[in-house]
């Protein structure tokens, strides 16, 4: 940790010299050990290491960035320089700031990679796929250990130092009988141990190959409908993070936030209960403006616990700062099981994917749905094609009538699977 910590203080006095009235800098050093598959075989392994200094200045208000991809001396001084001209032309803002006190030592996580873990993880999958779903192409497969080193200085005392290590296990592929195919999917996923014994890939690789067989003969729906969603872990992700962005900055400066003055209130299903995991595989407990990110509860049954402004989004809105990390989600699981809850959709659909575009400011939204399944009478049946749903992001908060007990764990998140109620088909 030494030497990202000794050229963080390296820095931050070039940024005083230079004559900013206050600095944050962040180095890091990120060491990757990468194994590649294509085209249901392997293809090849490699390491490599990536440097990154990030530098924030500010001169009376006025604020300046920059980032740099080595550490070499000369161009710091060039990049002080630059940002220190660019300051001095950018608006002034009295809610700009750096992190004040903030101390941190943080070790996370396997800190160097298993190479034969990571070979037999692989191996696993791929002859999981040929023997489970031949008809599935895996286009692209990797499992990868990173190692990030950072530490992060300020002017006003704050010192946060990190060493993490985690292995991410990613596949994306179609699947393809003659000359029809299905879409393609992916799924992937993060962890601090590789177990290459399941029953199946981890992080839902091994559903999604048997999605895709199931999807490559699709039809419409017959005629426009009323119905449910049966929302996979992959979409309620999609939902969560409308909702994030409704409880951060760009919402809540701007005035669109559907919640700034609901906390305390019923603002989703009492169903619902959301909290952070900020330890996560890959996650560190820090934030991006250099604050100690402490356990955070966003629902609990329904009723919001806090907004989620950075340090500028307080000092903007006069709203509490409340730190969090880059991910690291946690969804309570229900009490209803996956089958039990397609079992109760008379009409509806189960969804692989969201894809919707931006809801407009209430959070209304259309949208195709992908890799998605008709379910009919409580039985899923055929893979849709072209089909799309509408409503509103707020409202599916609100229409949540079944939480799964099975949750899937992808390391930065573990989310159940959700039936929610009244969305249009077409």
Same mark, same amino acid.
Request: hydrophobic content about 45%; glycine content about 10%.
């Given at each position: 940790m030494s030497?990202?910590q000794?050229? #963080? ?5 070039g940024a ?5 009235d206050a600095? &944050?800098?962040?180095v890091? /050093?990120?060491?990757l ?8 075989e392997p293809?090849?392994?490699r390491?490599?290491?990536?440097r990154?200094?990030?530098?924030l200045?500010? *001169?009376?208000g006025r604020?300046a960035s920059?980032?740099?991809?080595d ?5 710091i001084?060039r ?13 002034a803002d009295?809610?700009?700031?750096v992190s !004040?006190g903030?101390? #941190? ?7 160097e990679a298993?190479?034969e873990?990571m070979a ?5 999958m791929?002859? $999981?796929?040929? !023997? ?8 692209e497969?990797?499992?990868?250990h990173?190692?990030?080193e #950072?530490?992060?200085?300020?002017t ?5 130092s990190c060493q993490?290590?985690w ?7 179609t699947a ?5 195919s ?12 590789l177990?290459a014994?399941?029953?199946?890939p981890?992080?839902?690789i ?8 199931r999807?490559?003969?699709?039809e419409?729906?017959? !005629?426009?409908?009323?119905?449910d ?6 979409? +309620?992700?999609s939902?969560?993070? $409308? ?6 900055d ?23 209960s959301?909290k ?6 890959? *996650? ?10 402490a356990p *955070?509860?966003l629902?609990r049954e329904?009723q ?6 950075s ?9 509490a ?7 690291? $989600?946690?969804?309570?699981g ?9 079992a109760?959709?008379?009409?509806? #659909?189960m +969804?692989g994917r969201?894809?919707?575009g931006?809801p407009?400011?209430?959070?209304d939204?259309?949208? /195709?749905?992908?890799?998605?399944f ?5 039985r899923?049946?055929?893979a849709?094609?072209?089909? &799309?749903?509408?409503g509103n ?9 079944s939480v799964?007990r099975e949750?899937?764990d992808?390391?930065?998140t573990i ?7 009244g969305?249009?088909?077409?």
């Amino acid at each position: 940790m030494s030497s990202v910590q000794d050229k #963080a203080d390296a820095v931050l006095d070039g940024a005083l010299r230079r004559g900013f009235d206050a600095a &944050m800098v962040e180095v890091s /050093v990120h060491t990757l050990a990468e194994l590649n598959a294509a085209h249901n075989e392997p293809t090849l392994m490699r390491s490599g290491e990536r440097r990154k200094i990030s530098l924030l200045g500010l *001169v009376g208000g006025r604020r300046a960035s920059a980032e740099i991809g080595d550490f070499d001396d000369a161009g710091i001084e060039r990049a002080l320089d630059e940002m220190f001209a660019s300051a001095g032309s950018a608006p002034a803002d009295d809610a700009n700031g750096v992190s !004040a006190g903030q101390q #941190a030592q943080i070790v996370q996580g396997p800190q160097e990679a298993d190479s034969e873990a990571m070979a037999d993880a692989m191996r696993e999958m791929l002859a $999981w796929r040929a !023997a489970n779903t031949p008809t599935v192409t895996i286009e692209e497969s990797m499992i990868a250990h990173h190692r990030v080193e #950072a530490y992060t200085a300020t002017t006003s005392g704050s010192s946060l130092s990190c060493q993490l290590g985690w292995y991410d296990h990613m596949a994306m592929g179609t699947a393809r009988e003659g000359e029809r195919s299905s879409s393609f999917n992916y799924a992937g996923g993060s962890s601090h141990a590789l177990d290459a014994s399941a029953a199946q890939p981890s992080f839902g690789i091994g559903n999604m190959f048997s999605d895709l067989a199931r999807q490559i003969h699709t039809e419409a729906i017959a !005629a426009p409908f009323v119905g449910d969603v049966v929302l996979t872990p992959a979409a +309620v992700d999609s939902l969560l993070t $409308w909702l994030y962005g409704q409880l951060s900055d760009l919402a809540l400066i701007s005035g669109t936030s559907l919640y700034r003055k609901q906390v305390g209130q019923l603002i989703a299903s009492p169903l619902l209960s959301l909290k952070s995991r900020f330890d996560a595989p890959g *996650v560190v407990a820090l934030s991006h403006d250099g604050f100690v990110a402490a356990p *955070v509860e966003l629902l609990r049954e329904g009723q919001l616990q806090t907004l989620t402004p950075s340090l500028y989004g307080s000092r903007k809105t006069g709203l509490a700062h409340v730190p969090i990390a880059a991910g690291g $989600w946690e969804l309570a699981g229900g009490e209803t099981s996956l089958a039990a809850m397609v079992a109760a959709v008379e009409h509806g #659909a189960m +969804v692989g994917r969201l894809s919707m575009g931006n809801p407009t400011s209430n959070g209304d939204f259309s949208g /195709v749905i992908k890799n998605s399944f008709l379910i009919e009478g409580g039985r899923s049946g055929t893979a849709l094609a072209e089909v &799309m749903i509408s409503g509103n992001m707020a409202q599916m908060l609100r229409d949540v009538v079944s939480v799964s007990r099975e949750r899937l764990d992808t390391g930065s998140t573990i989310l159940p699977w959700l039936r929610i109620s009244g969305l249009h088909f077409s």
